[in-house]
């Protein structure tokens, strides 16, 4: 089955090309923390995938198993519990990213980064 | 044979998502993603992962994008 | 007493929690804060050294290969990590105390943030863990990004999505570095990637194992602003209030020496890996310094100054012998107390004066004479003028360099101190004793008194590690014989 996990990684690599090319690359800032969330996506991806192992069983210890046949058949729940964590910090920042979008847009009234995030140093010398 | 076809999902969705001019659609295809993957994680033998991701992923994500989305504005331009 | 070292975690996360979450009660909020800060530098100088296995999974003996597997989560306090917690426990009770007598009005949600950055700096210092370093790391950039949307200053919001995004990037890239490790390892635990890799279990030569390097070394110049990341660095610092910008350059010198230390037990097999530290610590120095020169906000000169001044840091560390390695540290514990004297010193001017170009400041000296004194003397320090701490270090760093065989490195040091000491004073003259000019109006506002009180705290602790800078040396010449 090593085509499953060709096929994921190539799958993982891909969100996480478009998610950095969408956030370097895109203009409309919503559309820049959609892109971000993919890079989260992809890496969590990459990650469930390490400890994957191809025929084998989820690994939860149920009463009546060989404990032997178990270790040398279960998946390795180590990567699995790394992603749990990782997913709600994913979230949890994009929801602050989110909310400092939603200030900005009051005083800006645009989406654009290009205006939103201008450099900041220059407007002050404008304001001058 | 599942997997091939969530991992496509979850891409073109993904694509798809971005080159979206309706912000409210490509919340939605975050979605999808997001939902795909969780399949994809209980294929991938992590159920425990699969359930967070389901809720987080194609649930809470698009929702909080959604929210976003309505306080600011819909198109992009 | 071992269980003081997760209290040390604990008493901040705790009191941050109960602070936003009873913060309607003002005055009872006042004494909690200020309690609670009184007791985080007491707490790491309290306790002693040892090891700390959450949930009690001590460490098994593999009788195969006989080696050791740490199944916990590893805290190990030593001499570097209570040095670095008092002090930035310190830091933290000088700014709360700052913050909570300059506004009758606490907000529990500002308070939250400060604790929440010192209680996640203090976790990645003591972690052996990597993954547990990472959601500290990711904690602490949010606490970052809250202190600098909290300060009225303009344009505070931007900067602070704009750090946020590149974070964003950032960390998941260095956590997909993370994963490469345990792919080649099995393990989260830096003592068991250690050893695997010391003991050839990993082939250092493989693409993965490069690769995770990489990845992890970008993570790394985001979380210690070095180049490119120089600029967002410095203007985070300036777009927090002085009081924050005081403290979040403290964690971001901790965040990046514990990385560092991290990724040096990992990867120092590597011959490529100092080659890196080296170069980008060179870079930051140059760039910093040559930035810094050109600025007319003040607050913007300090803030690139700062990153120049993290170079010295990853100069030492990339060098890679003991004595370097120690110059390295000691000029980290040196660069958090000047460059928050300095950050307080001069948010004190802005406080009285409203006031950040310095081309329309000057004669402050008449107005503002402890100020001035006591910002002289930290310039001093960072420039690395004997007898304060800062020279120490950076002889330390000069003789290092020499010592490896390369004298080209310890000239460039001592050039970019020179610069350092041209800016400070150029900017010292501009502020303090160059005739006032006609339009500036100087309300007769005193600078608040808790804030000189800090200053002459951080000051008094600058000039006694000048004069005795064997009390830390010592103690963190031996912890690096234990990781060499």
């Given amino acids: 089955m090593a085509q499953t996990q060709l096929a994921i990684l190539m799958a993982s690599v891909a969100l996480i090309v478009i998610g950095v090319y969408s956030a370097i690359f895109i203009d409309n800032i919503i559309k820049k923390i959609i892109g971000i969330s993919f890079i989260e996506e992809g890496v969590n991806l990459f990650i469930v995938a390490i400890g994957y192992k191809a025929g084998g069983v989820v690994p939860i210890l149920m009463p009546g198993m060989d404990t032997t046949w178990f270790a040398s058949n279960a998946a390795y729940p180590l990567p699995f519990g790394l992603v749990l964590t990782s997913i709600v910090i994913g979230a949890s920042t994009l929801a602050v990213m989110l909310a400092l979008v939603m200030v900005l847009y009051r005083r800006y009234g645009t989406l654009s980064t290009k205006v939103m995030l201008a450099d900041t140093s220059k407007q002050e010398e404008y304001n001058e | 044979m599942l997997e091939f076809v969530l991992c496509i999902i979850m891409v073109l969705s993904a694509i798809l998502a971005l080159i979206q001019k309706d912000l409210l659609k490509a919340a939605i295809l975050t979605g999808f993603s997001g939902g795909a993957l969780a399949v994809l994680f209980q294929i991938l033998l992590a159920p425990d992962v699969a359930l967070t991701q389901a809720i987080v992923g194609a649930a809470i994500v698009p929702v909080f994008i959604a929210l976003a989305v309505k306080k600011t504005q819909r198109s992009d331009d | ?484």
């Fill in chain 3, 1 to 484: 007493m071992n269980e003081l070292i997760p209290i040390m975690v604990i008493v901040p996360l705790m009191a941050a929690l109960l602070i936003s979450a009873f913060s309607k009660f003002n005055k009872a909020t006042k004494i909690f804060a200020f309690v609670v800060a009184i007791c985080l530098p007491i707490i790491p100088l309290a306790s002693n050294y040892g090891l700390h296995y959450f949930g009690g999974y001590a460490p098994i003996l593999d009788n195969v290969t006989n080696v050791m597997y740490h199944p916990a989560i590893t805290y190990s306090f030593t001499f570097l990590q209570q040095i670095f917690i008092a002090i930035v426990g310190l830091l933290t009770f000088l700014v709360v105390f700052v913050y909570l007598t300059k506004y009758k009005k606490v907000s529990g949600p500002y308070l939250f943030l400060l604790f929440l950055g010192t209680a996640a700096v203090t976790a990645m210092i003591l972690t052996d863990d990597i993954f547990h370093m990472f959601v500290f790391f990711e904690i602490l950039a949010l606490a970052q990004v809250g202190i600098v949307a909290a300060s009225s200053i303009d344009y505070s919001y931007e900067m602070a999505l704009k750090y946020m995004i590149l974070g964003s990037i950032g960390s998941p890239i260095m956590l997909l570095g993370i994963g490469f490790l345990l792919a080649l390892t099995g393990s989260v635990n830096v003592t068991d990637i250690a050893t695997a890799v010391h003991n050839g279990l990993v082939d250092i030569t493989s693409p993965v194992f490069l690769m995770s390097l990489a990845l992890i070394f970008f993570g790394w110049l985001y979380a210690s602003g070095l180049p490119p990341f120089h600029t967002i660095k410095s203007g985070v610092y300036s777009k927090a209030e002085p009081h924050g910008a005081a403290l979040l350059q403290s964690f971001t010198v901790i965040s990046m020496i514990s990385i560092v230390l991290i990724m040096f037990r990992i990867f120092s097999t590597l011959p490529i890996f100092e080659v890196l530290i080296v170069f980008f610590s060179i870079l930051a120095m140059i760039l910093g310094v040559s930035l810094a020169l050109t600025q007319t906000d003040f607050r913007r000169m300090i803030g690139f100054l700062a990153v120049g001044e993290l170079g010295f840091i990853g100069l030492g560390i990339g060098l890679g012998t003991t004595f370097s390695l120690t110059a390295g540290l000691f000029q980290a514990l040196n660069e958090i107390l000047i460059t928050a004297l300095l950050f307080i010193g001069f948010g004190a001017i802005v406080e009285a004066t409203n006031e950040v170009d310095t081309r329309k400041l000057g004669g402050l000296l008449a107005y503002h004479p402890k100020v001035s004194i006591m910002l002289l003397i930290g310039g001093m320090a960072m420039a690395g003028v004997p007898p304060l701490n800062g020279f120490q270090s950076k002889l330390m760093l000069v003789q290092a360099s020499l010592n490896c065989g390369y004298p080209e490195l310890s000239i460039l040091a001592i050039m970019v101190s020179i610069a350092t000491f041209v800016v400070f004073v150029k900017t010292f003259y501009t502020m303090f004793l160059k005739p006032k000019p006609k339009d500036l109006e100087l309300e007769n506002k005193e600078v608040p008194r808790s804030m000189i009180f800090t200053m002459g705290v951080l000051l008094i602790i600058i000039i006694l590690l000048g004069i005795f800078p064997d009390v830390v040396t010592t103690g963190i010449s031996n912890f690096v014989g234990g990781i060499l």
